[in-house]
């Protein structure tokens, strides 16, 4: 299994940034997906998670309205929109999958300053 996460950066408050997860090693379109993310000196969170087909998604409180999952089956990857990026957003954005045994990515660095 192999995850790869790429598309963080550097961003103002209020702009956007696109993550993308690229998945192999592993029948992608039979499972659930999820992003994460561990802000320094903080305990890693969910932020976002979508079922196989896409059907249904699920969002922390702290990023609803503002972020969005969403997956390419046909091309085993999946998103992470992110609109109205605040401070607190910082952190290091991870991919993961729970095939009986977790997988995460490398993670990818977002960093909302000005």
């Known amino acids: 299994v192999h995850l790869v996460e790429s598309g963080g950066g550097l961003v103002q408050p209020g702009g956007s940034l696109s993550l993308s997860c690229a998945a192999s090693g592993f029948s992608f379109s039979s499972y659930a997906m999820r992003w994460y993310r561990q802000a320094p000196g903080k305990e890693r969170e969910l932020v976002a998670s979508i079922t196989s087909a896409g059907i249904s998604v699920n969002y922390a409180d702290s990023v609803k309205g503002r972020f969005t999952i969403s997956r390419d089956n046909r091309k085993n990857m999946v998103y992470l929109q992110m609109n109205g990026l605040k401070p607190e957003d910082t952190a290091v954005y991870y991919c993961?999958?729970?095939?009986?045994?977790?997988?995460w990515g490398q993670g990818t660095q977002v960093t909302v300053s000005s």
């Open positions: 993961f999958v729970d095939r009986g045994v977790k997988y």
